[in-house]
């Protein structure tokens, strides 16, 4: 079956308007798919399922939850490749980097399947009455969801699976960009188990209003976004008409920094990591690059050597390292950062030219020399350019780090321990890579401080997103 329509209360339907949008594969510019585009009337009968098959699974034990939860992640581990495959062509990520994502997006149903059964409560003396004080956590409500194109399976589960566990329902608003993914993991979450309505799916080309209008909907206690710090404030402002749960998981301006004491052989596997995991479209991706003048010159020449080395193609050949950004738009922004950079000074190590042909493409580049007035080290590059500066003076390093509104995550190489951690503490960062370039665990709280975001996604902190706080006070 070709899974290109709204999915609503386990049905799939065309929509009110009979409208659609193409999905566009990156690589080839070719459309792959024609999806149905959500309308007000959709996201109504979405609303009104989901509210209909809350009240049963929020009644189910917790045990019930887990074991559906458990059955998703089974069910998805044993067809990796299939959306790996999906993820490459809507998305455009290479083969390797797709298979990556689609293991990490199941394994948040196995996480959160163990999660649901420990929503622990706590039963103590009051020390003034005497009274009992007992607390509980509660499902909170209807969730509205709205996930970004950079990982099309992955943000998805990390969303939908806390929010099962905490027994609510979900609406989801995929990017128009990439809704082909998600859209194919509802058969797999019905096989599981997921009762229909509970999890409903609306792609649409009017994203705006779409989600504004459910956010204004009494029955909806919970919006969970993953995108632009941008978008995120204005889905705060309506928000706040309802006084809703946010969860935001907003824009990066990720610092690495590199001591004079750092191996720099682990230096640049982390920094390799963190730069072009995704292929730098990822709020975690490195975007200033902080090494000691003692080491740049030797760091710069290993890591613009593995960034050469990288072979660029269609992310369905399996020889491929890098596939294409997004769509032209993004790329053309990636040339833009690079081009500002030059004007201002830098130096082109490696990369750095748009390439001809068909396809949405840009190299791996590396920039050294960057002044600290190019717009690359202010803003979110969202594609594969490391920009390096140099420090000598540690001050002066955790400064330049922390001088930004973003605080999502922040990278850090040194053998010194003891320095290394005194430095990790000082960075106003939700999260800290320690010689190592990847932070992202479905067992660790995800989330940043500052403009980077509200509430945690992962962890025991991600269920709990989903959930109210009930206290009774009791006597007897």
Request: glycine letters at 8%.
């Amino acid at each position: 079956m070709d899974y290109t329509d709204l999915y609503i209360d386990g049905e799939w339907r065309k929509g009110a308007s009979d409208e659609r949008f193409d999905v566009l594969n990156p690589a080839t510019e070719k459309v792959i798919a024609s999806v149905a585009s959500a309308e007000i009337a959709d996201a109504d009968a979405a609303l009104d399922a989901a509210e209909s098959a809350m009240k049963d699974w929020a009644a189910r034990t917790p045990r019930a939850r887990s074991e559906v939860l458990r059955r998703a992640w089974e069910l998805m581990t044993a067809r990796l490749d299939h959306f790996a495959h999906l993820i490459t062509l809507e998305n455009g990520k290479a083969g390797t980097d797709a298979k990556g994502e689609a293991a990490y997006a199941a394994e948040f149903f196995r996480w959160f399947a163990e999660e649901a059964v420990r929503a622990d409560g706590l039963l103590m003396h009051a020390p003034a009455s005497g009274a009992r004080i007992m607390v509980q956590h509660k499902p909170a409500g209807l969730a509205v969801l709205v996930t970004p194109w950079n990982y099309p399976a992955a943000m998805g589960t990390r969303k939908i699976a806390p929010a099962l566990a905490a027994g609510c329902a979900v609406i989801i608003k995929p990017a128009s960009e990439t809704p082909l993914t998600m859209l194919a993991l509802m058969p797999l979450l019905e096989e599981a188990g997921v009762p229909k309505g509970l999890v409903n799916v609306l792609p649409s080309k009017r994203t705006g209003a779409l989600v504004d209008h459910m956010l204004h909907d009494p029955r909806v206690r919970v919006v969970s976004f993953t995108g632009s710090t941008g978008v995120g404030r204005k889905l705060l402002h309506s928000a706040a008409d309802q006084v809703l749960k946010p969860a935001m998981e907003l824009g990066g301006n990720a610092p690495l920094l590199v001591f004079e004491d750092a191996d720099l052989d682990i230096a640049v596997e982390g920094a390799m990591l963190a730069k072009m995991r995704n292929l730098g479209e990822a709020c975690t991706a490195a975007n200033r690059f902080y090494v000691h003048a003692d080491v740049a010159e030797a760091f710069t020449a290993k890591f613009t050597a593995a960034m050469s080395a990288l072979k660029v193609g269609d992310g369905t050949d399996p020889t491929v390292d890098v596939g294409p950004l997004v769509n032209a738009d993004t790329r053309d922004k990636v040339a833009a950062f690079v081009a500002d950079a030059v004007a201002k000074g830098a130096k082109i190590e490696c990369g750095g030219t748009t390439p001809e042909g068909t396809g949405f493409f840009y190299p791996p580049t590396v920039m050294s020399n960057v002044s600290e007035d190019a717009e690359c080290v202010h803003d979110e590059i969202f594609g594969p350019v490391a920009a390096i500066q140099t420090f000598t003076d540690q001050e002066d390093a955790i400064r330049r780090a922390n001088d930004t509104e973003y605080g999502l995550v922040a990278y850090v190489f040194s053998a010194d321990m003891k320095r290394a951690l005194q430095v990790c503490e000082r960075l106003d960062y939700g999260m800290v890579g320690l010689n190592r370039g990847l932070v992202s665990d479905p067992a660790a709280p995800f989330g940043g401080t500052k403009q980077s975001g509200l509430g945690r996604e992962g962890g025991h902190e991600g269920m709990l997103e989903f959930m109210e706080t009930q206290y009774i006070s009791a006597s007897w």
